[in-house]
């Protein structure tokens, strides 16, 4: 399952995110999205679990939890649909 992870403080890399879910169960990636101009992250994410029930426990768990300096937000990702802009 494909997690969103938003208000991601700016320091936070991307081992700390894979670290934080890793304790829901087995995390197949985490990327931290980067602006292309200034090199820096942009203050979401995206972690891929490879179970859905760990990953629906790691939403659960962490959806308004503190990482870094920030309260992050947690959900599942939803593929963008035509009608978004």
């Not at 670290?19 to 087995?26: I, M, Q, R, V």
């Not at 999205?33 to 939403?59: C, H, P, W, Y």
């Amino acid at each position: 399952m494909n997690i969103y992870v938003g208000s991601l403080d700016f320091k936070v890399k991307e081992n700390q995110l894979e670290e934080a879910f890793s304790a829901f169960g087995t995390v197949t990636s985490a990327r931290i999205i980067i602006d292309k101009v200034t090199r820096r992250s942009k203050g979401f994410a995206f972690v891929e679990m490879e179970n859905d029930q760990d990953a629906l426990a790691a939403i659960e768990a962490l959806n308004g939890s503190t990482l870094g300096n920030r309260t992050i937000i947690v959900n599942e990702s939803k593929p963008k649909s035509e009608n978004n802009y």
